[in-house]
């Protein structure tokens, strides 16, 4: 064989290793009780998998096999449903088994779920909703992610009224920043567009923020809307917009 050859394949095999080694080391280096770990969950969600910034079960569901372990088993115990009432109450069981250690875990979820507070047309499905839901609540419990699941956000109309008088959520702001970076979009100009005067994103309300992640939502389904004002992520936005004041 050509020494050429030879040496330009022995370089491959290296650089091939260097690759997968650093690549390795920066799994390591980001776990459950990394800062960052949050975050890290959701970049390795596909735009599919998000409902407003929120993660579908679905998309988590994938994900957790992927950055963290492998579901042995999955399943579910109804302890009440009552269709008179118009309740539910079902518990979801994970079994997981840790990429980094092998340990396998089991971890609980238990929802209560009312037909009064649910939207059409999931409130006529009581059972299948509190099982997405308990499924979701068991994978970010084994996680240990700051998120709620897209299915766990849906919710009645007096919500609204409620998130009119509340503060914004760490969840909510994770979410915005979630789809910024996805977007190119400046968080603050986002932020501002839509909340002028706003000093920080935490000055902002709950239906506030939620109204910026339909606008971002929108953005996402059309890019070809996002105006040239607000493009441009910026990582570093937490040192002047991120003051962690609250109304």
């Known amino acids: 064989m050509n020494k050429k050859s030879d040496l330009d394949q022995i370089v491959?095999?290296?650089?091939?290793?260097?690759?997968?080694?650093?690549?390795?080391?920066?799994?390591?280096?980001?776990?459950?009780?990394?800062?960052g770990w949050s975050e890290y969950v959701l970049d390795h969600l596909d735009d599919s998998e998000l409902r407003d910034g929120n993660p579908t079960v679905d998309g988590l569901r994938r994900v957790t096999e992927k950055v963290f372990g492998d579901i042995l088993m999955s399943s579910s115990h109804i302890y009440n449903h009552d269709t008179s009432r118009g309740v539910c109450t079902i518990k979801h069981t994970l079994q997981i088994r840790k990429h980094s250690t092998g340990?396998?875990?089991?971890?609980?979820?238990?929802?209560?779920?009312?037909?009064?507070?649910?939207?059409?047309?999931?409130?006529?499905h009581l059972v299948a909703?509190?099982?997405?839901?308990?499924?979701?609540?068991?994978?970010?419990?084994?996680?240990?992610?700051?998120?709620?699941?897209?299915?766990?956000?849906?919710?009645?109309?007096?919500?609204?009224?409620?998130?009119?008088?509340?503060n914004i959520t760490d969840q909510q702001i994770l979410a915005i920043?979630?789809?910024?970076?996805?977007?190119?979009?400046?968080?603050?100009?986002?932020?501002?567009?839509?909340?002028?005067?706003?000093?920080?994103?935490?000055?902002?309300?709950?239906?506030?923020?939620?109204?910026?992640?339909?606008s971002l939502s929108e953005y996402q389904r059309n890019p070809s809307?996002?105006?040239?004002?607000?493009?441009?992520?910026?990582?570093?936005w937490r040192e002047t917009f991120d003051t962690g004041g609250k109304k």
């Open 177 to 214: 920043n979630q789809m910024c970076k996805r977007l190119d979009v400046n968080l603050e100009k986002a932020v501002k567009s839509s909340c002028a005067g706003a000093e920080s994103v935490r000055a902002v309300s709950n239906l506030q923020g939620r109204m910026i992640l339909s």
């Open 103 to 124: 340990d396998i875990i089991t971890v609980d979820g238990c929802v209560d779920v009312n037909r009064s507070n649910i939207p059409h047309p999931f409130n006529q």
């Open 129 to 166: 909703t509190a099982d997405t839901r308990a499924e979701g609540k068991a994978i970010r419990r084994a996680l240990k992610i700051r998120v709620v699941t897209a299915e766990e956000m849906q919710n009645s109309d007096e919500d609204d009224l409620l998130a009119a008088e509340e």
């Open 12 to 35: 491959m095999d290296v650089e091939e290793e260097i690759a997968e080694a650093a690549e390795g080391s920066e799994d390591q280096a980001i776990g459950p009780y990394n800062p």
């Open 225 to 236: 809307i996002i105006p040239e004002d607000v493009s441009g992520y910026d990582s570093n």
